[in-house]
Structure formats: C-alpha cells, structure tokens
Nanobody, 115 residues
C-alpha cells in the first residue's frame, strides 16, 4: 500500500493561484501513474491531471493551459500548480496512485474559488 498526503488547498479569489502537493510513502511500484482528481458538491469525481513515472502528463480539457502537474522523483511527490482559477474549480481535490494491482487515494484537500 501507498500512503498519500495532500496539502496546499485553501480559498482563493477568481483568477488566483494555488499549488497542491501530494507526498507518497510506502512501497512504490514501477511503473506507476499519480494524479489529481476532484469532486465538486453533487457531482461525480473527475480526472484533473495525471503524470506517469516515466514523465508523460495528461490533463482534462477544462484545466489545460491553466494547470500544470509535475513531480519530484526523489521525494515521490506530485504537485499541481493551478493558475487562473475559476469558481467552477471549487472542489475537493484527491491525490491518486495507481500501479499494477494497487489503486490508492488520499483523503483530499478542499479548494474554494470565490469572490
């Protein structure tokens, strides 16, 4: 199992920026994919961005050009830089780790975008 701890959520005005971090610990299997998903009130959880252990990244159309996912291999930490935030980005953001038969989730961090 891999333990995931998210940090960096908070409240910000529209147009603002936040940076989320997800630190992974435990037995890290390769190859893996780590990523961010979000769930807004009354909606299903949706993919935001993922990054593979070999570096390729993927984004939801709604966040392309605004969000950037990156990783620190040595620290097994994944970041999500969120710029030009919109009210519709308000959600609980969850970190995810997938590898072979493992699928682990963090507890989530709340991001609120409001004026």
């Amino acid at each position: 199992q891999v333990q995931l701890v998210e940090s960096g959520g908070g409240s910000v005005q529209p147009g603002g920026a936040l940076r989320l971090s997800c630190a992974a610990s435990g037995i890290i299997l390769y190859p893996y994919t780590m990523g961010w998903y979000r769930q807004a009130p009354g909606k299903e959880r949706e993919l935001v961005a993922t990054i593979a252990s070999f570096g390729s990244a993927d984004y939801a159309d709604s966040v392309k050009e605004r969000f950037t996912i990156s990783r620190d291999i040595a620290k097994t930490t994944v970041y999500l830089q969120m710029n030009s935030l919109k009210p519709e980005d308000t959600a609980v953001y969850f970190c995810n780790y997938k590898s072979q038969h493992v699928d682990n989730w963090g507890k989530g961090t709340l991001v609120t975008v409001s004026s």
